[in-house]
Structure formats: C-alpha cells, structure tokens
C-alpha cells in the first residue's frame, strides 16, 4: 500500500530558507581537509579496533574496546569500508574482513541478537563486504541477519517489535522510529533471494511508522506501541527522549534520514514527503550553528548538542534531496543545510588527534535520562560523518 499523498499535511515553511542558501558554498578543500582528518583518526584506532571494536559511546573522548556484542558494532566496520572507498587503500578493507568474519560467527552462535538492530549490524558490516568484495561468507550472514529479524515481525501489528523478548509484555508491539535504518536490510534480502516475504514486512513496518510514530505537527514519538494481537495502536512513549510529548532530536534524525533510504525500495512519494515535513520541523527547532541539541524542546546552551543526531541529519537531508523533485521548493535548502552541517561539525566539534581509540566527533550524547555517554563521541555519529563526507566528495553506493 502507499501513503496517500493528499492525506499528507503541508510541511512548515522553512524558517531560514535563505539564510542557508547565502551561506552555505560546498567547499571542496574544506570537505576533502575535513575527510583526511578523519582519515587520520580512522589511522590511529585501527590497531584497537581491528580485533576488537569501539563501544558505543567513548568515556572521556576514548572509547573502550569491546567484542561484538553491542547493537553499534556495525558502524565501525561501515567506517572502515568507506575509508576503502574514499581511499583505495587495501588496510582498510584487510581490517574491515577480518571484522566481517566475526559478524558471520555472531548470527551463526546467536550472541545478542534478540532485537531489531540486525539491520544496523549487518547492512554496515557483511551487506557492504558482499557489495563491495563478493564475499560469499558475508551475504550468507546478512541474510541469516535479515531470516533472525524476520522472527520479530508481528503480522497482526504489521511491525518489526524493537526489543525484549516477544513473550515480554513491557515490550510487546513496541515499534521505535529507528527501525527505520534497519528496515533496509530486509529489502536487501527480498531483492538478494527473489522472495518477497521480507520486502513485504518493511513495507508494512514504514507504512506503520508514517502514521502512528509521526505526529500530526511533523514531530516523532521515540517510540510507539502497537496491540500485537489485535493490530490496533496503542500510544507513544519515549525512551531516550526528554518526554513523551517532546521529540528526541535523534529520532527525528533517523525518521529524516530512514523514510528517504526505505523510498529507495519502495516507490512510494508519500515517505519522501513524510521525510520532508520531518526535516522541516527538525530544521527550525536549531541553535544559531545548526547542530542540535538533544531534544528538539531545546535550542541553546546549556541543553547538550547531539553532534551525531546531526551527522545522521545531513546523511538524510542528502538523501532527501536526491529523491526530492528539482522544482521542489526546500530541496536546494535541505542540500546547504547539510553541507553547512558537515563544515560545522568538521571545524568546530572535531576532536584532536589524540590517544588511541579516541573518537572523531565530540559533543554527542547516547542515552540522557540514563547519563550514558552525555558530551561524548558516540560510534554511530563517527560513522554518519563520514558517511556524509563520502557523500559530499564522491559517488557513492549505500551499504544500506
Ligand atoms: N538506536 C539507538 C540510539 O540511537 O541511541
């Protein structure tokens, strides 16, 4: 099914149109000095994190060095291939092999993976290694992945449940908006194998999230539950957020960047509109430098900024832009708001080149209302930088 276009209310008008189409110059020196910084601090961890991976959030700038047993261990492998990418340089696809083969071992022994981050996991880590080097280990793993998050698939609900075990009834039904950027995975397998049976769950899991996590003024529930026996919804409920009722600015950054990617399997205009009032109502809720703070209810100091929700939003703003119509009225603005984004983070939050298995942007926060990884680096905002940086200096095929 697909959204219906005229049921799909009219974005706000974007506050700072013109003040993001003066400033913003997509500066090639600017972008390529900012990419071999991270380069360099990409040089620096591969000797931690080539048999061991950084944990989610750093302590102090440092990130501690774990296994692969976290729901972020993917964005240090998508790191390494883009580094690949980016470079040509054979270390970085030498590092990132070796890591594969631990996300092979990790679906085949089942190691924490009764959740809905496979999509995370394993379109960073074993999808790119299949795209980019054919290896066979690596697709078979993905698609044990893509098999794993099928099991938590609730047809009567048509939604991927988040967490927990499906017999727990704290998170019975309970969908997050972040699931977005997993739901390409089972899109990936669909196409991979010919059998629809996934492609067919994510269509039902965004069209879901477009009408019951997505508030009527374009704002985003964390997360949303849904009756899992008789389909019917429940209500919203945050989790990393600063209320119920207020948008977690990293939610929002996963709905900007997850209806555009998802628009890329499924042909439906009404996810790229759904994206767009989102970015709108992102875009207007921003301190003076465009990085937001952690919550949308916030707009300057002394909130935290979340530098990484930013990353993740200049990732969907490009991608946005690319699926927007060229008579779009905000599409040349979504595009400056991100190349701005990228310029900001890259000279004003970058961390120094400091001690090994440091990380590359400050100013992130993971979890708030647990003060867990509060102004730190946090792995996925490293990797939706460059992500970004790739994005902005080179043709690029996503992984996801
Ligand atoms: N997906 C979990 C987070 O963004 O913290």
């Known amino acids: 099914m697909s959204l219906l276009l005229s049921n799909i209310p009219a974005r706000e008008p974007l506050a700072r149109a013109p003040e993001l189409l003066a400033q913003a110059r997509p500066s090639r020196e600017r972008l390529d000095a900012i990419l071999a910084a991270v380069l360099a601090r990409i040089d620096r961890n591969l000797e931690v994190f080539t048999d061991a991976f950084p944990a989610p959030s750093s302590v102090n700038g440092v990130y501690p060095a774990i296994d692969n047993i976290e729901w972020t261990n993917g964005f240090w492998t998508g790191m390494l291939w883009l580094a690949y990418e980016a470079s040509g340089e054979a270390r970085y696809r030498a590092a990132a ?33 299949w795209k980019l080097t054919g290896d066979i280990g690596a697709r078979d793993a993905a698609l044990a992945a893509a098999r794993r998050l099928m099991t938590r698939y609730l047809p009567a609900a048509g939604i991927v449940q988040a967490w927990g075990d499906l017999s727990d009834p704290q998170q019975a039904g309970r969908m997050i908006i972040d699931c977005n950027l997993n739901l390409p995975l089972l899109y990936w397998a669909s196409a991979e194998t010919g059998d629809p049976i996934f492609r067919l769950a994510a269509d039902r899991h965004i069209d879901q999230a477009a009408r019951f996590i997505v508030r009527s003024d374009a704002s985003t529930f964390h997360t949303f539950y849904m009756d899992p026996k008789s389909g019917a919804p429940v209500g919203g409920k945050t989790h990393q957020g600063f209320s119920d009722a207020s948008c977690w600015a990293r939610g929002q950054a ?56 930013a990353a993740i939003t200049a990732c969907g703003l490009l991608e946005l832009a690319r699926a927007l119509p060229l008579t779009d009225p905000d599409r040349t603005a979504y595009e400056a708001a991100a190349v701005s984004m990228v310029l900001t983070l890259g000279e004003q939050y970058l961390l ?49």
């Open 97 to 129: 092999d070796k890591q594969v083969r631990t996300f092979a071992a990790r679906i085949q022994n089942e190691i924490n993976v009764d959740h809905h981050d496979l999509g995370f996991l394993y379109s960073l880590s074993c999808v790119a290694s």
């Open 254 to 309: 996963w709905g900007i960047s997850g209806f555009p990617l998802v628009h890329r399997y499924k042909a439906d205009a009404g996810l790229i509109q759904v994206a767009a009032r989102l970015a709108n109502y992102y875009l207007n809720r921003l301190p003076a430098d465009l990085i937001c703070c952690w919550d949308l209810i916030f707009t300057q100091a002394p909130h935290e900024r979340d530098s990484s929700a």
């Open 352 to 400: 120094p080149l400091g001690a090994p298995g440091s990380g590359v942007l400050a100013h992130a926060v993971y979890h708030m209302p647990n003060k867990v990884g509060v102004d730190e680096a946090c792995i996925w905002g490293d990797y939706f930088f460059l992500e970004a940086l790739v994005r902005l200096t080179r043709v690029w095929e996503p992984y996801w």
